[in-house]
Nanobody, 117 residues
Framework: QVQLVESGGDLVQPGGSLRLSCAVS????????MGWFRQAPGKQRELVAT???????NSVDSVKGRFTISRDNTGNTVFLQMNSLKPEDTAVYYC???????????WGRGTQVTVSS
């Protein structure tokens, strides 16, 4: 059974940094894209940053220059390095993996990131 296991969420002060990790438990047939979405209270879930199997990166404008997404050698683990965190970054961050060959998407349970002084 496939699971996406996130870690790294925490309470941090504005200007601080966090590193999120997401590891695939089990086997996904073919990962075309993997990355992170987030959802703040009262808001819709939004894309934060994703990376394709070919290394193409997409990210929302509000995090460009502050967040960096990367994958390990296997492509089964994705990281999100978050620097210069702002209170508006506060949200539940969800790991996502997309198998475009089979048309299947996978979601993690989410990890809470809170930016507050």
């Amino acid at each position: 059974q496939v699971q996406l296991v996130e870690s790294g969420g925490d309470l941090v002060q504005p200007g601080g940094s966090l590193r999120l990790s997401c590891a695939v438990s089990g086997t996904i047939f073919s990962i075309s894209r993997m990355g992170w979405f987030r959802q703040a209270p009262g808001k819709q879930r939004e894309l934060v940053a994703t990376i394709t199997s070919g290394g193409m990166i997409n990210s929302v404008d509000s995090v460009k220059g502050r967040f960096t997404i990367s994958r390990d050698n296997t492509g089964n683990t994705v990281f999100l390095q978050m620097n210069s965190l702002k209170p508006e970054d506060t949200a539940v961050y969800y790991c996502h993996a997309q198998d475009n060959i089979r048309g299947v998407a996978y979601w993690g349970r989410g990890t809470q990131v809170t930016v507050s002084s």
